[in-house]
């Protein structure tokens, strides 16, 4: 879990975007709260505007309920020591996937996300992004 803390830059030119989920440019912190690790995103969109979230993940590979998304559950577990694994699920379907994996010399973070949007789209990007 340590190699995942701190904060990350998101590097544009190496990254493969959605055509629907361009942005600017973008932060990402983990934090560790008790059990819990707090991704917290903040970001610049296509249309300029400031967004940011903040996502609890307890990674147990138990399912917990996502405040911000009513019936959706959230899932999350190590598969290896710099690799976490995120999936989203509403009922039984799967809705969004996500792996963050650090490098070896734990100064690079690749997120790797699949989903369904708000409209109903499918969308899958790979973000790199560089330790601050």
Partial sequence: MDGLVGAWTANLSKSQRDEDHRFAGATMRFEVDGEALLLILTGVNAA?????????YYPDGKEYPVEQVPGTVSIAEWVGPRTLDTKGK?????VGHGTYEVSADGQMLTATIWGTDARGRGFEQVIVFDRQ
């Avoid at 509403?90 to 799967?94: A, T």
Wanted: glycine content about 14%.
């Fill in 48 to 56: 300029g505007n400031t967004v940011s979230s903040t996502t609890t």
């Fill in 90 to 94: 509403k009922g039984e379907e799967l």
